[in-house]
């Protein structure tokens, strides 16, 4: 199984970025999906989650309206559209994946089963 995050990259306060994540080895259509983000110093954070139908879909609450996820299960790849951003998000953000899931959300990082190896994303004020 691999998951392979994408997108990361320097960014000023108010800008966007979208990050990707492409899996592989595993029956993506199947699995909830969600990104965390790790800051220097801090525990790893729920950042979003979505279901394998996308129906259904849940945000930490520091990113609702400004962030969004996203699937595309023919395509074995989820989305993270970050706009807005603050030099606060700075952190590595990674993707992970709940196999063989029911159609819900996952939002405590212990359920997943499978991580990606992350990508830093960092915001200058």
């Known amino acids: 199984v691999q998951l392979q995050a994408s997108g990361g990259g320097l960014v000023q306060a108010g800008g966007s970025l979208r990050l990707s994540c492409a899996t592989s080895?595993?029956?993506?259509?199947?699995?909830?999906m969600g990104w965390f983000r790790q800051a220097p110093g801090k525990e790893r954070e729920f950042v979003a989650t979505?279901?394998?139908?996308?129906?259904?879909?849940s945000y930490t609450d520091s990113v609702k309206g400004r962030f969004t996820i996203s699937r595309d299960n023919a395509k074995n790849t989820v989305y993270l559209q970050m706009n807005s951003l603050e030099p606060e998000d700075t952190a590595v953000y990674y993707c992970?994946?709940?196999?063989?899931?029911?159609?819900?959300?996952?939002?405590?990082?212990?359920?997943?089963?499978?991580w990606g190896q992350g990508t830093l994303v960092t915001v200058s004020s």
């Open positions: 979505i279901s394998r139908s996308a129906g259904g879909i």
């Open positions: 080895g595993l029956t993506f259509s199947r699995c909830v």
């Open positions: 992970a994946a709940v196999g063989r899931s029911t159609d819900t959300i996952v939002e405590v990082k212990g359920q997943y089963d499978y």
